[in-house]
Every structure is written in structure tokens, then in C-alpha cells.
């Protein structure tokens, strides 16, 4: 059973610095999608990461994939106020259709 | 403009009452999904449906309910067997399962 897990729970950084979110993942995951949640909203779809070595990037965000690893991970550079959200990563195994959620990073980015 | 539309966006539901979530998508996505999430926590997958009159529990389905009797339709109810049903609940849709996932802008259920 895919279980997946992102570290760290929380991430508290100053304005212009960089920093790297993990999402590591138990079992086969043929692909491996990052999301944004706003305190009180629902999620926003960020990138969607389809095989070994990917990497995407849009904006200050960039998530790279190593299925070998079973690990994702989305990197920040030169954090804005704006970047505070909480990010969700997620996997689903081959052949399935059941999106499995990591418990997610809260992201708070200090002036 | 296409999306997925939830209602009510706040729900209160009284011990031993049924109540039920609405969720309408306008996307033409043939997979549908309920996730339950808990302060603080992640998304646990409730059930999912991948065509019309067909769906499949996911991890928590003990105490819900679903229908899928029209392709933008995928209504859950929640019953009095779920004990602790307070959560903000999401519903989400993609193409076809396995792509990105669309998700509507929730429901905050609480319990009187």
C-alpha cells in the first residue's frame, strides 16, 4: 500500500532565502503531483511529474522526481510572502486510480 | 468557465442526521473523488467514482455514501454511523483518473 510522506510538517524562512521540500513514497508510484492549499481553500494543482529525472519549474517553484529514490522534492528559491501555503504532495500507485496524499508542508515565508 | 462547484459551503449536521454534500462538475472529467481532511492533516481518500454508476471505497468509507447516476453528478452523504464527521471535505475530478486533479472549494461540516 502507497504511503506517502513529506518532511518537513512545517517551514517557517525568511524572505529571499531557498529551501527544499521532501516527498518520499513507499511503494511504486508512476507519477507524483505537488499542490498549493490557502489557509480555509481548496487546492490548486502545480505540477505533474510523469517520470524518472523530471523537472518543472514555474515561477520560484521547482519539483524534480527520482522514482529509483521514491523521492520528490520542490524546491524554493528566493522565498516571497506570497509562497506561504501549505504543499501537498501526492502519488498513485500503477494501475490504480486512488490518489494518495502526504500530510503536507506548511510554508509560512517572514518579511 | 468550467470548474467544480460545491454546496453548501457550510453544513451542520445534528446527531443521528444524514446530511448530504453536493458536488457538480462541468469539466466533462469522467473520475470523480471525495476527500475528507482534518485540521492540520492531509487528504484521506473517501471513495471515487471513475464512470457513471460506479464507485469504489476508499480508505475511510465506514459511515458515507456516494451515487454517481449522472456523469457531473457525485453527491455524499454522510450518515449517522460516521461519530466524528466534523472535517472540511473536498471534491475533485480528473479526465479520466491517473491526470492532475480539480478540486471544487469545499465543504466545512460541523457537528451541533
Known amino acids: 500500500e502507497l504511503k506517502v510522506e513529506q518532511n518537513p510538517l512545517f517551514l517557517s524562512m525568511q524572505e529571499g532565502k531557498n529551501y527544499t521540500i521532501y516527498c518520499n513514497y513507499s511503494?511504486?508510484?508512476?507519477?507524483l503531483y505537488w499542490y498549493r492549499q490557502d489557509p480555509g481553500k481548496s487546492l490548486e494543482s502545480l505540477f505533474v511529474l510523469l517520470s524518472n529525472g523530471a523537472v518543472k519549474q514555474e515561477g520560484r517553484l521547482m519539483a524534480s522526481l527520482d522514482t529509483k529514490a521514491r523521492l520528490s522534492t520542490l524546491h524554493i528559491t528566493a522565498a516571497v510572502h506570497d509562497l506561504s501555503a501549505t504543499y501537498f504532495c501526492a502519488g498513485i500507485p500503477p494501475g490504480t486510480y486512488k490518489y494518495i496524499f502526504g500530510t503536507g508542508t506548511r510554508l509560512k515565508v517572514l518579511a | 468557465d468550467g470548474g467544480i462547484t460545491q454546496s453548501p459551503k457550510y453544513l451542520f449536521r445534528k446527531e443521528g442526521q444524514n446530511v448530504t454534500l453536493s458536488c457538480e462538475q462541468n469539466?466533462?472529467?469522467?473520475?470523480m473523488y471525495w476527500y475528507r481532511q482534518d485540521p492540520g492533516q492531509g487528504l484521506r481518500l473517501i471513495y471515487y467514482?471513475?464512470?457513471?454508476?460506479?464507485?469504489q471505497k476508499g480508505d475511510i468509507a465506514e459511515g458515507y455514501s456516494v451515487s454517481r447516476e449522472k456523469k457531473e453528478s457525485f453527491p455524499l452523504t454522510v450518515t449517522s454511523a460516521q461519530k466524528n464527521p466534523t472535517a472540511f471535505y473536498l471534491c475533485?475530478?480528473?479526465?479520466?483518473?491517473?491526470?492532475?486533479?480539480?478540486f471544487g472549494s469545499g465543504t466545512q461540516l460541523s457537528v451541533l
Open positions: 469539466l466533462n472529467h469522467d473520475a
Open positions: 467514482s471513475q464512470i457513471v454508476n460506479d464507485f
Open positions: 475533485a475530478s480528473s479526465i479520466q483518473g491517473r491526470e492532475k486533479l480539480f
Open positions: 511503494t511504486t508510484s508512476d507519477r
